[in-house]
């Protein structure tokens, strides 16, 4: 069977507990019975991850965390772990969004211990990877994306069972707001399916016999995430602002 097309929700801090389970209702009445072809994956802020999870339970929509430390627990304050994530349901967990790494420093070692620590509580790590627009500008990019994967996966064993999941997010293209209007700088779908394809081929050099799902973020609308999609080497997209809104995701999701 192919693999599905991915639709995943990272709704940042954008709504609160109850916005979110009330949200989250409304897809699972609206988008409850995806057909298998599209996977449908919501990132609610850590205060709303087990509301959400209840409220999509019986649905074909999953919950994934929008970030976990890797320590199982402890004496860490402020922080959940990627075990408490999935012990209120969640499946997945963003990791390295660029959010996390240009607001809060991390850095490319703590996404990796992130990523080992998802890995390790059973989760499907998202590792989100982007260029900033300086980078961008001076034509370095692949440069930096290369050493993101890289710091993440190299030598590392991937279970078999688990999917290898990569976002490519320009930071550039990501919007900052929750209303349409605010939108990132435009990324060509055609360089978005130009990284992706980069990031095949870099993943396979890294971790033969692991062929990756990449999607791409950033400013994803529904006018244009049809465009996105259509590029070969893309199988979804990581929407923020467009999917904390009923009528847009229903859009987005319904687009192909
Ligand atoms: P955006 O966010 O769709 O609001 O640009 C995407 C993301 O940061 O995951």
Known sequence: MHNP????ANWKMYLSHDESVALARSFAEELGELSPAKRVVLFPSALALAGVSEAVARSALQTGAQN???????GVTGEISAEMAAGVGARY???GHS?????????NHEV???LEAALAAGLTPVLCVGDTLHEH????????IEAQVRSALMDLVWPSDVQLIVAYEPVWAISKGPGHDEVGLYCDPKEAGQMAEKLVRMIAGLLPGNAPIILFGGSVR??????????????????GAAATKLESWREIVNAV
């Open 5 to 8: 097309i991915y639709f995943f």
């Open 68 to 74: 976990t430390y890797w320590v199982a627990k402890g």
């Open 93 to 95: 967990v963003l990791v």
């Open 99 to 107: 959010e996390r790494r240009h607001l809060f420093k991390e850095s």
């Open 112 to 114: 990796r211990q992130k």
């Open 137 to 144: 500008e001076a034509g370095e990019a692949d440069e930096v």
């Open 222 to 239: 529904p006018h244009n995430v049809r465009a996105y999609l259509a590029e070969p080497h893309l199988a979804g997209v990581l929407v």
